[in-house]
């Protein structure tokens, strides 16, 4: 392989210091820039993992509102790979406690093979998603989406 994954991922938001104060708060994330170029600020978000997110303050009116899925734009969400299950499942408290999941009840979607997801919404809307592979999943093990099970992994 000639790269070692995403180096960050670009998007906009209406309100910097709230989204940041989200990404703290849920992924123990830490800013490694926030700077004011001209006439418009932007941060780099390290959320670990080698993962930078790069939003973009503008207008609140430039934010797209939240959307159904496939019908978000050319970027339908973002998927983080948690560290752990036990990673896992801290984020997905943090997620309820903050009224951020997008799944009834904060259920979790296991997808067989020892991989779970949970989607959640960030204060502009933007979808995402946290997974959970197991030690001993496998994508050849993942289920097709119909055979997909909503559980509470509490």
Same mark, same amino acid.
């Given at each position: 392989?000639? !790269?070692? /994954? =995403?180096?960050?991922?670009?998007?906009?938001?209406? *309100? +910097?210091?709230?989204?940041?104060?989200?990404?703290?708060?849920? !992924?123990?994330?830490?800013?490694?820039? *926030?700077?004011?170029?001209?006439?418009?600020?932007?941060? +780099?978000?390290?959320?670990?993992?080698?993962?930078? +997110?790069?939003?973009?303050?503008?207008?609140? &009116?430039?934010?797209?509102?939240?959307? $159904?899925?496939?019908?978000? &734009?050319?970027?339908?969400?973002?998927?983080?790979?948690?560290?752990?299950?036990?990673? !896992? +499942?801290?984020?997905?408290?943090?997620?309820?406690?903050?009224?951020?999941?997008?799944?009834? *009840?904060?259920?979790?979607?296991? #997808?067989?093979?020892?991989?779970?997801?949970?989607?959640?919404?960030?204060?502009?809307?933007?979808? /995402?998603?946290? #997974?959970?592979?197991? $030690?001993?999943?496998?994508?050849?093990? =993942?289920?097709? $989406?119909?055979?997909?099970?909503?559980? *509470? $992994?509490?």
């Amino acid at each position: 392989m000639l !790269f070692e /994954g =995403i180096h960050h991922v670009a998007f906009l938001t209406s *309100d +910097l210091d709230r989204l940041i104060a989200f990404y703290e708060r849920i !992924f123990d994330a830490r800013v490694v820039l *926030d700077r004011q170029d001209g006439a418009r600020r932007h941060a +780099l978000i390290d959320i670990g993992g080698g993962a930078t +997110l790069h939003p973009f303050e503008v207008a609140a &009116g430039r934010v797209p509102a939240r959307q $159904p899925m496939f019908e978000r &734009g050319r970027l339908d969400h973002v998927a983080l790979d948690a560290s752990s299950r036990e990673a !896992f +499942l801290e984020i997905r408290r943090r997620l309820i406690a903050e009224g951020a999941h997008a799944t009834e *009840d904060g259920l979790v979607t296991d #997808m067989g093979s020892s991989v779970w997801s949970i989607s959640f919404h960030d204060p502009d809307g933007m979808w /995402g998603e946290v #997974m959970w592979m197991g $030690p001993d999943a496998s994508f050849d093990g =993942i289920k097709s $989406p119909p055979e997909w099970e909503m559980i *509470d $992994p509490s």
